[in-house]
C-alpha cells in the first residue's frame, strides 16, 4: 500500500509538532523514520493510523482518505505502544482475536502463525497459558508485534519495535521483516532510534527534526555512516552553543 500525507499540520496547546507539506511513501517500501526525542514521530504515526487527526491536511492510503472510510484498516497492522494489547488475554486468545478481525480462516492461521513461533520460544502456540500482563516487558512486545504481522497485512505502522528486546529477538525481527516484505510486497513505516536497525531494514530512511522531515533519502550501503555523521554534528551543535 502507498501513503501520502498532503500539507499535514498538528499542534498541541499552540506548539507545532509537526509540519509536513508532502510526503508519499510506495507500496512494498520499508519506511524508516529517526530524529531525536519530541521530533514528533510518534504524533507522525499516530495521524496515519487515524488516532490523531491533523489540524491541516490529508493522509490518503492507496487512494482512500483514511478519515472518510475505515476500508485501509482492515489491510494495516500496527503495534505503537502497550495499549494495542489486550492484557488480560493470553497469547493464543489475542492472535484468535486479531484473526477473526483480519477475516484469517482456521487452516490459513496455522500458517500464518508458525514462523513467528522462534520469536516467541517461550510457549508453543495452541498452549499458551500466560496472560499478556504476567509477561515481561519484552515478551508482550514480541506478542503486540507478532500481533500486528502475522496476518499478513498490505501495510505495517510500528513504533521502536527494537527496544526492550534482547538481541538475539532483535535479529529474529529483522528477518520477519525483510521476509515479509520480499514475500508479499508489504510496506512497512518503522520509527526507531536504533540507526543500525534502521539503515538494515530499510529501503528509504527520513529524518524528522522539530515536526519537519530535514533529510530524506534512499537508504545505501553509507546510510548508517550518513546517520550517525548527522546526528554527532547535531549533538556537537547542541554542546558548542551550551
Sequence with gaps: MNVELNHIEKSFEGRRVLSIPELRIDNGSVFGLVGGNGAGKTTFLRLLLDLLQPDKGAIVVDGMDIHATGDWRGQTGSFLDESFLIDFLTADELFRFNARLYNVSDDEYYSAIHPFQSFYPDELFGETRKLIRE??????????????????????????????????????????IAD?????????????????????????????????IVRDMEATDDSLDVLRT?????????????
Excluded at 534482547?166 to 520477519?176: A, E, H, M, V
Excluded at 551543535?237 to 551550551?242: A, I, N, Q
Design 135 to 176: 509477561m515481561s516487558k519484552g515478551n508482550a512486545k514480541k506478542i503486540g508485534l507478532i500481533a500486528a504481522m502475522f496476518c499478513e497485512p498490505r501495510l505495517v505502522i510500528l513504533d521502536e519495535p527494537f527496544a526492550t528486546l534482547d538481541p538475539r529477538s532483535q535479529i529474529r525481527l529483522k528477518n520477519l
Design 180 to 212: 515479509q516484505n520480499r514475500r508479499l510486497g508489504t510496506t512497512f513505516i518503522v520509527s526507531s532510534h536504533d540507526l543500525h536497525h534502521v539503515s538494515e531494514i530499510s529501503s528509504r530512511i527520513a529524518i524528522l527534526e522539530g515536526g519537519e
Design 230 to 242: 548527522y546526528f554527532e554534528s547535531e549533538h556537537l551543535s547542541e554542546v558548542r552553543k551550551d
